[in-house]
């Protein structure tokens, strides 16, 4: 409770206090993670005023600004280079974690939270930002490090050792999921932890929630999200060359968008369709029309968690997931889902081919376990309990 910008945080009266954010992902920059911040910071402002301080989407110089009266947003301009190259973009994301941190230190702050995935982040703020710090761990990344040969294998254990020490700084941890939480538990003695899940936001929810769905003709399968490396939906050109009566709606860009629409092209496929960025007002409409829809992510990332399977899950659709780990566990809690290996076509053909000749209904259990579990909003006040628990023990 606030009065006369004094917060009351049971029953310790104290004048407001100041969280440092340093993340990433911001505004205007458009993706899970920005959505996970937001969620985050909205629930600490009504109690703190709060720094973000990120790092800017590749070549863009966005303004310093304040997002509301309690949130300012500072920018560290990051410039152009190629992301596709391990080494390249490891350099670049060092080098932005530094000086990330050292414009952290700059504003005055009684607790700083960073936030991963840039792993960079972790050390630099650890090493360099001063007072006590919570880091916000989410993903693994040193983990898709290849082990191709003896010098990665070097890289990668190296990496994993500075990770665990620096880690080891932060007065708190919170993970995503439990494989997260698994590998803190085991690789950091004393860690104070919190899960706190990716999610969906309330209002999100609510529109997927009621969706009106329109009977498509003919069968429509609808794959939205990153067109990227982890991704490697190519085999959605695949199965629309197996399966000709079907529709396939690709959704979204990426790194390998171009390449996947001259490998259509190329194979004569004119069943499937590549929309490219559109609008988050326009998403819905691709939800109505569709009959199932797909995610996949490769096997090298099976501790991660794709927030677009929330925002699935929250439409009832039936799902089919190829794909490992943490993000296969959670769709087989989901009714009238399939999960399957990654890059598997011909699993993949049996599954779509299951579906298009008996169409499930849709899924109010699947609306109900989002709705119950997975609300950003509901999620991100275990982030301010850390934060008033860690101010009281000053």
Avoid at 132 to 144: F, G, P, Q, S, T
Avoid at 194 to 206: C, D, L, Q, V, Y
Avoid at 244 to 251: E, F, L, P, S, Y
Avoid at 265 to 272: D, E, G, L, Y
Wanted: aromatic share 12%.
């Amino acid at each position: 409770m606030i009065e006369n910008n004094r917060t009351i945080i049971k029953g310790y009266d104290t004048e407001m206090k100041t969280i440092n954010f340093l993340t990433g992902n911001f505004i205007p920059e458009n993706c899970a993670g920005t959505n996970r911040i937001l969620a985050l910071v909205r629930e600490l402002e009504k109690k703190y005023k709060i720094n973000v301080i990120c790092i800017s989407e590749k070549g863009v110089r966005p303004h310093d600004f304040q997002f509301s009266k309690n949130i300012s947003v500072y920018y560290v301009y990051q410039k152009e280079y190629d992301s596709e190259k391990f080494y390249t973009r490891a350099i670049h994301e060092l080098w932005y974690a530094i000086k990330l941190a050292f414009k952290g230190n700059k504003f005055s702050s009684d607790i700083t939270i960073a936030t991963s995935p840039q792993m960079f982040i972790i050390p630099a703020v650890a090493l360099i930002v001063n007072g006590e710090k919570i880091i916000d761990i989410r993903d693994l990344v040193w983990e898709y490090i290849y082990e191709s040969s003896l010098y990665n294998k070097l890289v990668k254990k190296v990496i994993t050792q500075f990770m665990k020490h620096t880690i080891s700084l932060y007065d708190y941890v919170s993970v995503t999921n439990n494989h997260e939480q698994s590998w803190i538990q085991k690789n950091i003695k004393n860690a104070r932890i919190e899960k706190i899940t990716n999610g969906i936001e309330e209002s999100k929810f609510e529109n997927l929630n009621q969706l009106k769905y329109n009977k498509t003709d003919p069968f429509t399968l609808t794959y939205i999200g990153n067109v990227g490396i982890a991704q490697n939906i190519k085999v959605l050109v695949d199965i629309a060359k197996k399966i000709k009566d079907i529709q396939i709606n690709i959704v979204g860009e990426g790194n390998k968008y171009q390449e996947l629409k001259n490998y259509a092209r190329k194979n004569q496929i004119h069943n499937i369709t590549f929309f490219g960025k559109v609008n988050r007002s326009d998403i819905n409409g691709f939800y109505a029309k569709s009959s199932i829809l797909f995610a996949q992510l490769d096997e090298k990332f099976k501790a991660a968690m794709p927030s677009k399977l929330y925002e699935y899950a929250s439409t009832g659709l039936p799902i089919i997931y190829a794909g490992l780990g943490e993000a296969r566990n959670f769709v087989n809690q989901l009714e009238n889902c399939t999960t399957i290996n990654p890059g598997d076509v011909k699993a993949l053909e049996v599954a779509v081919k299951k579906y298009k000749n008996s169409p499930p209904q849709i899924s109010d259990f699947n609306k109900r376990f989002i709705a119950q579990n997975f609300i950003r909003e509901t999620q991100s006040l275990k982030m301010v309990d850390i934060v008033n628990k860690l101010l009281q023990e000053k």
